[in-house]
């Protein structure tokens, strides 16, 4: 989950800890923001709302109007969100502006940062979790399935996209076509990291019906999460695009057709 956006809002009023909230998505009204149709549609509402939620890309933005429960204070008013759950040991940047009502000028508001330093650089690198919320596009026409799992992997918990097909699809090879956000127009290299297993076939990334590298094979005679294997490249627009991955084939020694998927991972190719 983006960890960056579960700290807690935390007020001190007149010198006193008045007010210790429990997580910045509540605190815009955003519980449960990672259930898809919630905050990734920048829902605007009068008192509160979402201006933006990338998971992929790690960004988030929201506003709240505090009228029917303004703070009211006399002398001094200090408002803080934690970054990350605890501790501010979150590495990320965070920007916000405040506007409140006073009697008279605020003090010690510190120094008006400049355009530069709001600059959004894009990621080099964008990690999506198809076993969490990454759009799928599309899969086979017959014979395949797609479900959800988890299972413990090199002692940990791994929650992964399974896809499992059968015989041939109708037009061909097997394939599952996913939708990834890309922050800048590029050529990416694209890898993933699956589970390998007795049942898993030989994946190809594919790009308007032609290979886009050479195929993996994911077949092992034990149940392994490994380390990513790249697929090959692919140019990027801005925005949406499609990752298409074939089951080509199977090792001689495999029992399925399957690809329990746990990351696909861009990386920008610069010149």
């Known amino acids: 989950m983006p960890r960056f956006f579960e700290g807690d809002d935390q007020t001190v009023i007149d010198g006193v800890a008045a007010v210790n909230g429990t997580g910045s998505e509540d605190f815009f009204n955003g519980g449960w923001y990672d259930v898809p149709g919630r905050w990734e549609d920048r829902v605007s509402l009068p008192l509160s709302g979402c201006l933006e939620f990338t998971r992929a890309l790690g960004r988030t933005g929201g506003y709240r109007f505090l009228l029917g429960d303004a703070y009211a204070f006399k002398?001094?008013?200090?408002?803080?969100?934690?970054?990350?759950?605890?501790?501010?040991?979150?590495?990320?940047?965070?920007?916000?502006?405040?506007?409140?009502?006073?009697?008279?000028?605020?003090?010690?508001?510190?120094?008006?940062v400049t355009a530069d330093t709001l600059r959004i650089d894009d990621p080099d690198r964008v990690v999506f979790t198809p076993g969490w919320t990454m759009?799928?596009?599309?899969?086979?026409?017959?014979?395949?399935?797609?479900?959800?799992?988890?299972?413990?992997?090199?002692?940990?918990?791994?929650?992964?996209?399974?896809?499992?097909?059968?015989?041939?699809?109708?037009?061909?090879?097997?394939?599952?076509?996913?939708?990834a956000s890309i922050p800048?127009?590029?050529?990416?290299?694209?890898?993933?990291?699956?589970?390998?297993?007795?049942?898993?076939?030989?994946?190809?990334?594919v790009w308007n019906e032609s290979p886009a590298g050479e195929p993996v094979d994911f077949y092992a005679s034990a149940?392994?999460?490994?380390?990513?294997?790249?697929?090959?490249?692919l140019d990027f627009a801005e925005g949406a695009n499609q990752i298409m991955l074939k089951m080509v084939g199977k090792n001689a020694h495999s029992s399925?057709?399957?690809?329990?998927?746990?990351?696909?991972?861009?990386?920008r190719v610069r010149p």
Do not use: M
Not at 197 to 203: A, E, H, I
Not at 256 to 267: K, P, Q, S, W
């Open 223 to 233: 149940r392994a999460w490994g380390p990513a294997a790249v697929l090959g490249t």
């Open 75 to 112: 002398h001094s008013l200090r408002a803080t969100i934690e970054h990350g759950p605890e501790g501010n040991h979150e590495t990320a940047d965070y920007t916000s502006v405040a506007l409140l009502y006073a009697a008279g000028s605020p003090t010690d508001v510190g120094t008006a």
């Open 135 to 179: 759009p799928i596009h599309a899969f086979s026409w017959t014979g395949a399935s797609l479900t959800k799992r988890e299972e413990q992997l090199a002692g940990r918990s791994v929650r992964f996209l399974s896809f499992t097909g059968e015989g041939a699809d109708f037009f061909g090879p097997h394939y599952v076509s996913l939708i």
């Open 184 to 205: 800048a127009t590029g050529r990416y290299r694209v890898s993933i990291e699956a589970v390998s297993g007795p049942s898993q076939g030989t994946v190809q990334l």
């Open 256 to 267: 399925g057709l399957g690809l329990d998927l746990y990351r696909v991972i861009c990386d």
